[in-house]
């Protein structure tokens, strides 16, 4: 089930994969990976290269957050949401599909040792094979490496043509930081403020844009590696 990461999935693998987004604070004196406050969840359709999306979020406070969501997005700790996915995966032979090594870290550090030596096996990691990708055609430049390049720094050159996914000027940690204060302070989503409203709606569209960058990169990778495969 494991898959060395700087080997490509195949087409199909990669469409029948979750893709998976932490979204938190940054690390505080000197912590290690602190607990996120949500994941974003994106399943391929079957044809085509849109999917569905919804967000998890990890705070029981944060259920006026996920009352505003229009649906969007539910509450569930980690573990829970965790075990959801496992019996998903393993019964539909699906893997989970990340940009960096930051989730597995994440999920290595805030889930039981059994639970997740059960997951690791579905877990990839497509940073490594889109850096080689990116490396080997120059995307970014005939002197630059893909080394340090951001998800979004990826999508933009290997998708000149799309419109970029919606930003997040001040950054997931701060607007996550401010969404936890304001679900502190009430428990209802129409005490919220059109500000506090707002972060939640631009996080959320920040969110399912990073997956569905990460799943558009995986799968104009797919289709390269693939592809020379048959030519060879």
């Not at 039981?112 to 997951?119: N, T, Y």
Request: net charge positive; charged share 30%.
């Amino acid at each position: 089930m494991s898959r060395i990461e700087n080997v490509s999935l195949t087409p199909s693998e990669y469409r029948n994969a979750v893709f998976i987004d932490f979204e938190g604070r940054k690390s505080l004196n000197g912590e290690h990976y602190p607990l996120p406050y949500m994941a974003g969840v994106f399943r391929p359709r079957k044809k085509g290269k849109n999917g569905t999306y919804e967000a998890v979020f990890f705070k029981e406070s944060w259920k006026p957050a996920a009352n505003g969501s229009s649906g969007r997005a539910r509450i569930a700790d980690i573990e829970s949401f965790t075990e959801e996915l496992l019996e998903e995966i393993s019964t539909e032979d699906k893997r989970v599909v990340h940009w960096t090594i930051h989730e597995k870290e994440i999920l290595q550090r805030h889930l039981p040792a059994s639970l997740f030596k059960q997951l690791e096996p579905f877990l990839y990691n497509v940073h490594p094979i889109a850096r080689r990708y990116a490396n080997r055609f120059r995307k970014f430049g005939v002197q630059q490496s893909a080394k340090g390049k951001t998800l979004e720094e990826f999508f933009s050159v290997l998708y000149q043509k799309r419109n970029p996914y919606p930003p997040l000027p001040l950054g997931p940690s701060i607007v996550c930081q401010r969404i936890d204060r304001a679900c502190e302070r009430t428990q209802r989503w129409r005490k919220f403020t059109d500000k506090q409203q707002e972060y939640v709606r631009d996080l959320l569209a920040y969110n399912e844009g990073d997956c569905r960058a990460t799943w558009l990169i995986a799968r104009r990778i797919g289709n390269f590696y693939a592809s020379e495969l048959c030519d060879s």
